[in-house]
């Protein structure tokens, strides 16, 4: 019962935190469904900082789990891509839905090895 608790806790503040975020970018930028972007990169990068830092199992259910499991959002990214293709635009969805996913692959790593770098 105790970690789902933490779990609902680091989610509580991640979700906040991702819909602050979120809207602010998407009103700033034009770029399509920026906020939902910079947040996942923001997201990808931290998870893989903090997963090469072996945290206590407290810690990941509260930061890794819930936190980064709510800030970061795939439904979100999937609902928009949907909308692109519905709307028909191509581009759009494929600049969207390559750059989501490579360059969070790429933060993923590169939050890893900067984790790694800054640990040794």
């Given amino acids: 019962m105790m970690n789902f608790l ?14 602050v975020i979120s809207k602010r970018l998407n009103h700033t930028y034009r770029f399509v469904h920026f906020g939902t ?10 998870l ?8 206590h199992t407290t810690a990941n259910l509260i930061l ?4 980064l499991g709510a800030f970061t959002t795939f ?7 949907l909308t692109l293709v519905h709307a ?11 750059l989501t996913y490579s360059v ?10 900067v984790a790694k770098i800054y640990l040794t």
């Fill in 6 to 19: 933490l779990v609902a806790v680091g989610g509580f503040f991640g979700a906040i935190l991702r819909a």
């Fill in 37 to 46: 972007f910079a947040v996942n990169m923001l997201g990808s990068f931290t």
């Fill in 48 to 55: 893989g900082f903090l997963v090469n830092m072996h945290l």
């Fill in 64 to 67: 890794c789990i819930g936190f």
């Fill in 75 to 81: 439904s979100t990214f999937k609902l928009e891509s």
């Fill in 88 to 98: 028909k635009q191509w581009k759009q969805f494929l600049v969207y839905s390559i």
């Fill in 104 to 113: 969070g692959l790429s933060f993923a790593f590169a939050g890893f090895w």
